[in-house]
Nanobody, 126 residues
Framework: QAQLVESGGGLVQPGGSLRLSCAAS????????IGWFRQAPGKEREGVSC????????YYADSVKGRFTISTDSAKNTVYLQMNSLKPEDTSVYYC???????????????????WGQGTQVTVSS
């Protein structure tokens, strides 16, 4: 059974850092594009960062470019999102997802991702 489980969320002060993890089971993440999405209360879910090992492409939303970094550990079948210089507007539930698309250069789009985690809350507040 394919499953994604996020962890690493929490409460952090503005300017702080967090690293989110997303562990996959039941399938090999290396064969899929991987995305991190987030959804704040009252807002639509948005793509934050996506990565495709097959095409070597990576995408970051303008709002996180230079602050967030997506990475993977094939041995652990896990994807990470390192978040630095966090801002209150980064407060959201963060989801990881996996999809069968080849390139992510155009962005992260929900409908292209088939497997989803349950989400982890990130709150940036003083």
């Amino acid at each position: 059974q394919a499953q994604l489980v996020e962890s690493g969320g929490g409460l952090v002060q503005p300017g702080g850092s967090l690293r989110l993890s997303c562990a996959a089971s039941g399938f090999n993440l290396d064969h899929y594009a991987i995305g991190w999405f987030r959804q704040a209360p009252g807002k639509e879910r948005e793509g934050v960062s996506c990565f495709s090992r097959a095409s070597g492409t990576t995408y970051y939303a303008d709002s996180v470019k230079g602050r967030f970094t997506i990475s993977t550990d094939s041995a652990k079948n896990t994807v990470y999102l390192q978040m630095n210089s966090l801002k209150p507007e980064d407060t959201s539930v963060y989801y990881c997802a996996a999809g069968g698309l080849y390139s992510v250069v155009g962005g992260c789009f929900e409908h292209e991702y088939h497997y989803w985690g349950q989400g982890t809350q990130v709150t940036v507040s003083s």
